[in-house]
């Protein structure tokens, strides 16, 4: 039996991103977190109570030049995914997604918990920017503030 936390955030990426019917979009399964995790194990990060997950955000390291290309739309998510995996080095990262049940919501919790993963990425590698594609104005608030924490500019794909 699924957790009842687990099938709440699964409905939420549904309806918020519509992964399923937009093949532009990475569509995130097992695989996909293990390709990320040994980019660098803090590019996905679950926040979870004994009912399963409660908050969950995935950023993806990339390159000036690949995350040039994703804004302008001559790539697509797997393609930026793809060219992730086979890097030696990042300098931008893309804020993928962060999804979070909506009693845990206002708590400071996404914000904090992309932070340090970024913080733990940029203890790596140089990163010089940040990047995101909004699919809500709480996710464009929360891409702004993060940026202005961390001082660094921050694009957005239309």
């Not at 990475?26 to 990060?45: A, C, F, M, R």
């Not at 001559?74 to 086979?86: D, N, P, Q, V």
Request: aromatic share 8%.
């Amino acid at each position: 039996m699924m957790q009842p936390n687990l099938t709440r955030m699964l409905e939420i990426i549904d309806t918020v991103f519509q992964t399923n019917s937009d093949p532009n979009q990475l569509n995130i399964d097992e695989t996909i977190i293990e390709g990320l995790k040994s980019i660098h194990p803090s590019t996905v990060t679950e926040l979870a109570n004994e009912d399963g997950p409660y908050m969950w955000m995935i950023v993806i390291p990339s390159t000036q030049k690949d995350m040039q290309e994703f804004l302008e739309k001559k790539i697509h998510e797997t393609e930026l995914y793809e060219r992730a995996s086979g890097a030696e080095s990042y300098d931008a990262l893309y804020l993928c997604s962060a999804i979070t049940l909506p009693e845990f919501r206002n708590q400071g919790l996404s914000k904090q918990t992309i932070l340090d993963a970024i913080r733990s990425i940029m203890n790596d590698y140089p990163i010089k920017s940040l990047f995101v594609w909004n699919f809500s104005k709480e996710g464009d608030h929360l891409s702004s503030a993060i940026a202005e924490e961390l001082n660094l500019p921050l694009f957005h794909r239309q």
